[in-house]
């Protein structure tokens, strides 16, 4: 077998995104651009000769010819050991649990998270350093900075390694080891969650349902859901992996997980439903025809954590992302807990988690996680509600409510416009940074602007700086409006508008969000001439 080394020219849009390099499928298939990116990646990593690596991946179409070429290049550039999921497959969680047991270098993860797949969809890649979270700016910004010097990659002239029985083999004197996806990660849950208590709801009734969308997440989620809580068969729906998700968007939230959403609202509707998106990092929680937030998610989770084994000593500290809701705050101060705000994005929760100062973490997008692994993790989460249903024994919806009355309610929403012309969207970033002198201080209806700035942040563990990480303008009131462009799609530009405003009179819940924030919708719209600028009169997804 030899190793060839082959001239390429660089490519000038290999940045990574909020979470790795996202592109069309036909972008990823032309000559050298995944050869490209994944050489800028290992000149960009130093590591070690005879380094291991973790590689795995969503299903999504072009996982396996990806993970074939990245074992060739990884043999051609020194690695000594990858270790692969069974069929390419590792859920995000998975994979960071694999890194951080088998104590590797690091590991490649191959997905576009809840992005569509297919020949026509999206395909990504992105970089895990050594404590198995995402590779953070300092390292994304080596690779892409590589990225556009590259001359020549190395890669391995060998036949393809299969990937579908579990063992070892040999690739030019590197070992590729093929590995059970679902049993690392299995154990860890097991270790977290009281699955005595689970399995004894579920034997007194309890009904779940959890959609996994025809993504990564089914067969972690047949083998911990029905296998050992023994969930009756069924409970998982849409388990298969599918390379097209089944021509699906495995994003969960209500507009895209609307099949699980007509059962959890129709008749004879089970207690619990979730579901999880392409990679396995995102989780939607619902009860018996009720939606929980992703924010109160992460604040009720809080709350309630010394009910887990895993958790019964308490918390460190809590993070929340930019544009998540205070709801975690509140919690974090009642618990007398520090609480951290960075960025929108999961790299930035690593330095708090290794250095010990939080344990939960949580993004308004669906995403929820601990210091179990340093990626956000859809099926804890569910682990982690149904550990709390155990010991509590009322209602998804009875939790959420007493949550409330505590702690008062941040009633929150998002709404994206997805797909704008980029110009367009740029234009409306640009307008509200222009607008900032005149914004402070004025009365906007039954509002007063506190603040507007650009958010930026300074990591508290190693001092680094990141700046432009969305447009705030904070009222009197403690109610908010944020404007973020999105790093993670790949057609056009999509315009995320985040709107929260605090309601502490448990007499006016239940109320409807949208209601509720209509007027500061309405601002929104006003103060960044959105629909003028692009055309646009209503958001793609309201979550
Ligand atoms: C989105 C979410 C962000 C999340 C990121 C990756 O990013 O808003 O909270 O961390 O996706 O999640 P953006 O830049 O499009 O807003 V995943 O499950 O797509 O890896
Ligand atoms: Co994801």
Same mark, same amino acid.
């Given at each position: $077998?030899?190793?060839?080394?082959? @001239?390429? &020219?660089?490519?000038?849009?290999?940045? @990574?995104?909020?979470?790795?390099?996202?592109?069309?499928?036909?972008?990823?298939?032309?000559?050298?651009?995944?050869?490209?990116?994944?050489?800028?990646?290992?000149?960009?990593?130093? +590591?070690?000769?005879?380094?291991?690596?973790?590689?795995?991946?969503?299903?999504?179409?072009?996982?396996?010819?990806?993970?074939?070429?990245?074992?060739? $290049?990884?043999?051609?550039?020194?690695?000594?050991?990858?270790?692969?999921?069974?069929?390419?497959?590792?859920?995000?969680?998975?994979?960071?649990?694999?890194?951080?047991?088998?104590?590797?270098?690091?590991?490649?993860?191959?997905? %576009?998270?809840?992005?569509?797949?297919?020949?026509?969809?999206?395909?990504?890649?992105?970089?895990? /350093?050594?404590?198995?979270?995402?590779?953070?700016?300092?390292?994304?910004?080596?690779?892409? %900075?590589?990225?556009?010097?590259?001359?020549?990659?190395?890669?391995?002239?060998?036949?393809d390694i299969s990937l579908d029985s579990l063992g070892?083999?040999?690739?030019?004197?590197?070992?590729?080891?093929?590995?059970?996806?679902?049993?690392?990660? +299995?154990?860890?849950?097991?270790?977290?969650?009281?699955?005595? +208590?689970?399995?004894?709801?579920?034997?007194?009734?309890?009904?779940?349902?959890?959609?996994?969308?025809?993504?990564?997440?089914? @067969?972690?989620?047949?083998?911990?859901?029905?296998?050992?809580?023994?969930?009756?068969?069924?409970?998982?729906?849409?388990? #298969?992996?599918?390379?097209?998700?089944?021509?699906?968007?495995? *994003?969960?939230?209500?507009?895209?997980?609307?099949?699980?959403?007509?059962?959890?609202?129709?008749?004879?509707?089970? =207690?619990?439903?979730?579901?999880?998106?392409?990679?396995g990092d995102r989780n939607m929680i619902l009860g018996?025809?009720?939606?929980?937030?992703?924010? *109160?998610?992460?604040?009720?989770?809080?709350? !309630?954590?010394?009910?887990?084994?895993?958790?019964? !000593?308490?918390?460190?500290?809590?993070?929340?992302?930019?544009?998540?809701?205070?709801?975690? =705050?509140?919690?974090?101060?009642?618990?007398?807990?520090?609480?951290?705000?960075?960025?929108?994005?999961?790299?930035?929760?690593?330095?708090?988690? *290794?250095?010990?100062? /939080?344990?939960?973490?949580?993004? #308004?997008?669906?995403?929820?996680?601990?210091?179990?692994?340093?990626?956000?993790?859809?099926?804890?989460?569910?682990?982690?509600?149904? !550990?709390?249903?155990?010991?509590?024994?009322?209602?998804?919806?009875?939790?959420?409510?007493?949550?409330?009355?505590?702690?008062?309610?941040?009633?929150?929403?998002?709404?994206?416009?997805?797909?704008?012309?980029?110009?367009?969207?740029?234009?409306?970033?640009?307008?509200?940074?222009?607008?900032?002198?005149?914004?402070?201080?004025?009365?906007?209806? !039954?509002?007063? /602007?506190?603040?507007?700035?650009?958010?930026?942040?300074?990591?508290?563990? *190693?001092?680094?700086?990141?700046?432009? &990480?969305?447009?705030?303008?904070?009222?009197?009131?403690?109610?908010?409006?944020?404007?973020?462009?999105?790093?993670?799609?790949?057609?056009?530009?999509?315009?995320?508008?985040?709107?929260?405003?605090?309601?502490?009179?448990?007499?006016?819940?239940?109320?409807?969000? &949208?209601?509720?924030?209509? #007027?500061?919708?309405?601002?929104?719209?006003?103060?960044?001439?959105?629909?003028?600028?692009?055309?646009? #009169?209503?958001?793609?997804?309201?979550?």
């Amino acid at each position: $077998m030899t190793i060839r080394t082959i @001239p390429t &020219q660089p490519f000038t849009d290999q940045k @990574p995104g909020t979470s790795g390099l996202r592109k069309r499928v036909p972008v990823f298939q032309q000559a050298h651009y995944l050869e490209n990116f994944v050489q800028s990646i290992f000149d960009s990593i130093s +590591a070690p000769a005879n380094a291991t690596l973790v590689l795995g991946g969503d299903g999504r179409y072009y996982n396996r010819e990806a993970i074939q070429v990245i074992l060739k $290049m990884a043999a051609a550039n020194g690695f000594g050991r990858v270790l692969v999921g069974k069929g390419g497959i590792l859920s995000t969680p998975a994979a960071s649990c694999v890194i951080r047991k088998h104590k590797t270098y690091g590991g490649i993860i191959l997905s %576009a998270s809840h992005n569509p797949g297919g020949p026509e969809g999206d395909f990504g890649i992105k970089y895990n /350093v050594t404590n198995g979270g995402p590779a953070p700016e300092k390292v994304t910004e080596a690779i892409f %900075a590589r990225s556009k010097q590259i001359s020549e990659y190395r890669i391995l002239e060998a036949a393809d390694i299969s990937l579908d029985s579990l063992g070892v083999s040999d690739l030019g004197g590197m070992q590729v080891e093929v590995i059970d996806p679902v049993t690392d990660y +299995a154990d860890l849950m097991a270790s977290l969650f009281d699955f005595a +208590a689970i399995r004894d709801l579920l034997a007194g009734g309890f009904r779940i349902k959890f959609d996994a969308m025809h993504a990564v997440t089914g @067969p972690y989620a047949r083998e911990i859901l029905e296998r050992q809580l023994n969930a009756p068969a069924g409970s998982v729906m849409n388990a #298969e992996p599918l390379p097209d998700f089944g021509n699906g968007h495995p *994003d969960p939230n209500l507009t895209y997980a609307h099949e699980l959403v007509d059962i959890v609202y129709g008749e004879n509707a089970p =207690d619990f439903g979730a579901a999880s998106d392409g990679d396995g990092d995102r989780n939607m929680i619902l009860g018996k025809g009720f939606f929980v937030t992703p924010s *109160d998610s992460l604040a009720i989770l809080a709350a !309630n954590a010394t009910l887990v084994p895993g958790y019964k !000593n308490g918390l460190a500290g809590i993070a929340r992302s930019m544009p998540t809701s205070a709801a975690a =705050d509140r919690v974090a101060q009642a618990l007398g807990i520090p609480c951290y705000e960075t960025p929108t994005g999961w790299k930035f929760f690593g330095n708090l988690m *290794d250095a010990g100062k /939080v344990t939960l973490c949580g993004e #308004e997008s669906f995403g929820t996680g601990s210091d179990h692994v340093r990626e956000k993790d859809g099926l804890w989460a569910v682990l982690f509600w149904l !550990n709390i249903l155990a010991a509590r024994k009322q209602s998804v919806e009875a939790i959420v409510y007493e949550h409330w009355a505590k702690y008062g309610r941040n009633v929150y929403s998002r709404h994206d416009y997805e797909g704008l012309p980029t110009d367009a969207a740029n234009g409306v970033m640009k307008h509200l940074h222009g607008s900032f002198a005149n914004l402070q201080g004025q009365t906007l209806g !039954n509002y007063k /602007v506190l603040f507007c700035d650009d958010f930026s942040y300074i990591d508290p563990v *190693d001092g680094s700086i990141s700046t432009g &990480q969305g447009v705030r303008i904070g009222f009197t009131d403690g109610s908010r409006i944020v404007f973020r462009l999105s790093g993670t799609g790949t057609e056009g530009a999509t315009l995320r508008i985040y709107l929260e405003a605090f309601e502490p009179d448990v007499a006016k819940h239940p109320l409807d969000a &949208q209601a509720a924030l209509s #007027e500061l919708i309405g601002i929104a719209l006003q103060i960044s001439e959105l629909r003028t600028r692009t055309g646009r #009169e209503q958001p793609t997804v309201i979550t």
